[in-house]
């Protein structure tokens, strides 16, 4: 076993001043380069803007540690790719469909304390995720969720309703949705466990969720503010 070969490969230890160098000289430039892009290019990335930042450390990487590549070398990728970031960027302001075709649009998740028809469409979209989201903001149920949009930046907007116009709704606390029956033991108002819809349902009842028309499993709606 060769520790030098292992610790340095086949360059010597005065490279690594080089390496050292290098590295500097790109961290400055990444460092530019997201300057220009904006703050919006750092805290939220669109799928656009990720291809950016993935091609930006490809470019980066390899002049850092590989003699053989030179920093200029890397210098024609930035260039060509912020030009490239200019250019579409451009072209956004100037077309809606660019716009959309290339960072998306929002989407309604949650629509008057149940899952948008929106959302409802995008089998894609996995609502338990979002009710991890939501729990995380201490949302205990969807009937306190008057709009909750899917952002192009992938964070999660909500409006909440003011108190006084709480509705019942689905809890989304796992302990709550663990309770789901098919068919229901007593008269009350219960919730769809898949898109969070709201029906008064009697003793013994059974029924499938004509909103979604996804699911038979109801758990009984909690209505009401928790505090936090």
Excluded at 24 to 36: D, E, K, P, Q
Excluded at 68 to 87: C, D, M, R, T
């Amino acid at each position: 076993m060769n520790w030098q070969d292992i610790l340095f490969g086949t360059e010597d230890f005065v490279f690594l001043a080089e390496i050292a160098f290098r590295s500097l000289i790109m961290f400055l430039l990444l460092f530019a380069g997201l300057r220009i892009m904006g703050k919006r290019g750092v805290k939220q990335l669109s799928i656009f803007e990720l291809l950016i930042i993935i091609a930006l450390g490809s470019a980066a990487g390899d002049p850092m540690i590989y003699k053989e590549i030179g920093i200029i070398y890397a210098l024609v990728v930035f260039i060509i790719v912020f030009l490239s970031y200019w250019l579409i960027t451009k072209l956004i302001e100037h077309s809606e469909k660019m716009e959309t075709m290339l960072e998306g649009k929002p989407y309604c998740i949650i629509h008057e304390g149940k899952a948008s028809k929106e959302s409802l469409k995008h089998k894609e979209l996995a609502m338990d995720e979002f009710f991890s989201i939501l729990r995380h903001h201490h949302i205990f149920h969807l009937g306190q969720v008057e709009s909750a949009i899917l952002e192009t930046s992938g964070e999660l907007s909500i409006l909440l309703y003011n108190s006084p116009h709480i509705k019942a709704g689905l809890p989304i606390w796992p302990d709550y949705l663990e309770k789901k029956t098919t068919q229901v033991k007593h008269h009350g108002i219960y919730a769809c466990t898949y898109c969070g819809y709201t029906r008064i349902m009697g003793a013994g009842e059974r029924n499938r969720c004509e909103y979604c028309n996804e699911n038979d499993e109801w758990v009984e709606a909690e209505t009401g503010n928790r505090e936090k």
